[in-house]
Protein backbone atom coordinates (compact mmCIF):
# COMPACT_ATOMS: atom_id res chain seq x y z
CA UNK A 1 0.00 0.00 0.00
CA UNK A 2 1.50 3.27 -0.98
CA UNK A 3 0.71 6.53 0.83
CA UNK A 4 -1.14 7.76 -2.59
CA UNK A 5 -3.65 4.77 -2.03
CA UNK A 6 -4.36 5.60 1.92
CA UNK A 7 -7.41 6.16 2.46
CA UNK A 8 -9.61 7.75 6.32
CA UNK A 9 -12.84 7.27 6.51
CA UNK A 10 -14.55 10.75 7.51
CA UNK A 11 -17.14 8.64 9.06
CA UNK A 12 -15.73 5.75 11.10
CA UNK A 13 -11.79 6.89 10.99
CA UNK A 14 -11.20 3.62 9.40
CA UNK A 15 -8.05 3.38 7.24
CA UNK A 16 -7.95 1.21 3.84
CA UNK A 17 -6.19 0.70 0.78
CA UNK A 18 -7.98 2.95 -1.47
CA UNK A 19 -5.74 0.92 -4.58
CA UNK A 20 -7.97 -2.08 -3.34
CA UNK A 21 -11.17 -0.79 -2.23
CA UNK A 22 -13.27 1.69 -3.43
CA UNK A 23 -15.06 2.46 -0.37
CA UNK A 24 -14.53 1.75 3.26
CA UNK A 25 -15.03 -1.45 4.03
CA UNK A 26 -16.13 -0.88 7.63
CA UNK A 27 -19.02 1.62 6.91
CA UNK A 28 -20.27 -1.13 4.63
CA UNK A 29 -20.14 -3.88 6.94
CA UNK A 30 -21.89 -1.72 9.41
CA UNK A 31 -24.69 -0.81 7.44
CA UNK A 32 -25.30 -4.28 6.59
CA UNK A 33 -25.36 -6.05 9.96
CA UNK A 34 -27.90 -3.47 11.01
CA UNK A 35 -29.73 -3.39 7.93
CA UNK A 36 -32.81 -5.56 9.27
CA UNK A 37 -33.65 -6.98 5.75
CA UNK A 38 -30.16 -8.26 5.26
CA UNK A 39 -31.28 -11.71 4.67
CA UNK A 40 -35.04 -11.50 2.99
CA UNK A 41 -36.95 -14.54 4.26
CA UNK A 42 -36.63 -15.96 0.09
CA UNK A 43 -32.90 -16.29 0.52
CA UNK A 44 -32.77 -17.70 3.97
CA UNK A 45 -31.78 -21.68 4.31
CA UNK A 46 -33.35 -22.05 7.85
CA UNK A 47 -36.84 -21.48 6.60
CA UNK A 48 -36.61 -24.33 3.67
CA UNK A 49 -38.46 -26.64 2.66
CA UNK A 50 -40.40 -23.74 1.05
CA UNK A 51 -41.60 -23.65 -2.47
CA UNK A 52 -42.24 -20.53 -3.67
CA UNK A 53 -44.01 -20.08 -7.68
CA UNK A 54 -40.54 -17.63 -9.08
CA UNK A 55 -36.56 -19.14 -8.68
CA UNK A 56 -34.58 -17.89 -6.05
CA UNK A 57 -31.57 -18.71 -4.25
CA UNK A 58 -30.52 -19.58 -0.80
CA UNK A 59 -27.24 -18.34 1.30
CA UNK A 60 -24.89 -20.89 2.41
CA UNK A 61 -26.41 -22.15 6.01
CA UNK A 62 -22.51 -21.25 7.40
CA UNK A 63 -23.76 -17.43 6.65
CA UNK A 64 -26.61 -17.45 9.42
CA UNK A 65 -24.35 -19.14 11.77
CA UNK A 66 -21.43 -16.79 11.28
CA UNK A 67 -22.97 -13.26 9.81
CA UNK A 68 -21.04 -11.35 10.89
CA UNK A 69 -17.57 -13.08 9.39
CA UNK A 70 -19.45 -13.81 6.26
CA UNK A 71 -20.57 -10.01 5.83
CA UNK A 72 -16.80 -9.12 6.66
CA UNK A 73 -15.51 -11.20 4.15
CA UNK A 74 -17.56 -9.50 1.18
CA UNK A 75 -17.17 -6.08 2.73
CA UNK A 76 -13.33 -6.79 2.38
CA UNK A 77 -12.81 -8.81 -0.55
CA UNK A 78 -16.05 -7.90 -2.96
CA UNK A 79 -15.59 -5.95 -5.80
CA UNK A 80 -17.87 -3.48 -6.21
CA UNK A 81 -19.95 -2.72 -9.13
CA UNK A 82 -22.20 0.30 -10.27
CA UNK A 83 -25.70 -1.70 -11.75
CA UNK A 84 -26.90 0.60 -14.39
CA UNK A 85 -30.50 -1.08 -14.03
CA UNK A 86 -31.17 0.00 -10.65
CA UNK A 87 -28.70 3.11 -10.76
CA UNK A 88 -26.99 1.70 -6.94
CA UNK A 89 -23.72 -0.28 -6.55
CA UNK A 90 -23.45 -4.15 -5.88
CA UNK A 91 -20.86 -6.30 -3.90
CA UNK A 92 -20.15 -9.51 -5.65
CA UNK A 93 -17.14 -12.25 -4.22
CA UNK A 94 -16.57 -15.36 -6.01
CA UNK A 95 -16.57 -18.51 -3.49
CA UNK A 96 -16.57 -16.36 0.24
CA UNK A 97 -14.44 -18.26 2.48
CA UNK A 98 -13.08 -20.53 -0.30
CA UNK A 99 -16.98 -22.14 -0.08
CA UNK A 100 -20.13 -22.70 -1.47
CA UNK A 101 -22.06 -19.28 -1.41
CA UNK A 102 -25.42 -20.72 -1.43
CA UNK A 103 -27.56 -22.68 -3.91
CA UNK A 104 -30.84 -22.39 -5.95
CA UNK A 105 -34.75 -23.16 -5.78
CA UNK A 106 -36.43 -23.98 -9.19
CA UNK A 107 -39.96 -22.80 -9.10
CA UNK A 108 -42.51 -24.43 -7.10
CA UNK A 109 -39.40 -26.73 -5.33
CA UNK A 110 -38.95 -26.80 -1.68
CA UNK A 111 -35.64 -27.63 -1.23
CA UNK A 112 -32.53 -26.26 -3.53
CA UNK A 113 -31.55 -28.74 -6.20
CA UNK A 114 -28.28 -26.69 -7.79
CA UNK A 115 -24.94 -24.84 -5.38
CA UNK A 116 -24.17 -21.33 -6.75
CA UNK A 117 -20.68 -19.95 -6.21
CA UNK A 118 -20.55 -16.33 -5.30
CA UNK A 119 -22.35 -13.94 -2.77
CA UNK A 120 -24.20 -10.72 -3.85
CA UNK A 121 -25.16 -7.89 -2.19
CA UNK A 122 -27.12 -5.54 -3.84
CA UNK A 123 -27.88 -2.03 -2.86
CA UNK A 124 -25.26 -1.63 -0.84
CA UNK A 125 -26.01 1.28 0.58
CA UNK A 126 -29.43 1.94 0.97
CA UNK A 127 -31.35 -1.03 1.19
CA UNK A 128 -28.80 -3.98 1.24
CA UNK A 129 -29.35 -7.57 1.18
CA UNK A 130 -27.59 -10.67 0.44
CA UNK A 131 -28.40 -13.07 -1.71
CA UNK A 132 -26.33 -16.36 -3.74
CA UNK A 133 -25.62 -16.39 -7.79
CA UNK A 134 -23.31 -17.92 -10.53
CA UNK A 135 -20.58 -16.15 -11.64
CA UNK A 136 -21.16 -16.57 -14.68
CA UNK A 137 -24.34 -14.93 -14.27
CA UNK A 138 -22.14 -11.84 -13.17
CA UNK A 139 -19.56 -11.85 -15.78
CA UNK A 140 -22.57 -11.58 -18.43
CA UNK A 141 -23.99 -8.61 -16.57
CA UNK A 142 -20.73 -7.25 -16.64
CA UNK A 143 -19.97 -7.87 -20.20
CA UNK A 144 -23.21 -6.97 -21.55
CA UNK A 145 -22.67 -3.30 -19.80
CA UNK A 146 -25.21 -3.51 -16.94
CA UNK A 147 -22.68 -4.03 -14.25
CA UNK A 148 -19.65 -1.50 -14.49
CA UNK A 149 -16.49 -2.81 -12.22
CA UNK A 150 -13.83 -0.01 -10.56
CA UNK A 151 -11.44 1.48 -13.03
CA UNK A 152 -8.18 3.52 -11.79
CA UNK A 153 -8.91 6.95 -11.01
CA UNK A 154 -8.01 9.33 -13.87
CA UNK A 155 -6.24 11.84 -11.71
CA UNK A 156 -2.61 11.84 -12.99
CA UNK A 157 -0.16 9.84 -9.53
CA UNK A 158 -3.54 8.39 -8.26
CA UNK A 159 -3.95 4.81 -7.94
CA UNK A 160 -7.74 4.51 -5.70
CA UNK A 161 -10.20 2.85 -6.98
CA UNK A 162 -12.81 4.96 -8.77
CA UNK A 163 -16.17 4.76 -7.58
CA UNK A 164 -17.51 2.60 -10.06
CA UNK A 165 -18.98 4.47 -13.01
CA UNK A 166 -17.22 7.36 -12.51
CA UNK A 167 -13.78 8.36 -13.60
CA UNK A 168 -12.58 8.84 -10.15
CA UNK A 169 -12.20 7.77 -6.90
CA UNK A 170 -14.09 8.94 -3.85
CA UNK A 171 -11.23 11.55 -2.99
CA UNK A 172 -11.38 13.42 -6.21
ZN1 LIG B 1 -15.94 4.04 7.44
ZN1 LIG C 1 -8.14 9.77 -7.07
Known sequence: MTYSSRRTCLQCGNVWAGDEL???SRCL?????NA???????HNPTLLPWPLPKKRSVVTY???ID???YINTIANDGDIYFDTYYNNFS?????????TAGSGIPP???MPTYPLDSQIVVDIFN???VYAENITIIDQEIAQGRLIPSGICDVPGCFNLTIPGTNKCGIH
Open 108 to 110: NFP
Open 29 to 33: ADGWE
Open 22 to 24: PFC
Open 36 to 42: SGFIKPK
Open 62 to 64: DFI
Open 67 to 69: KSL
Open 91 to 99: SVLNQPLGM
Open 127 to 129: NPH
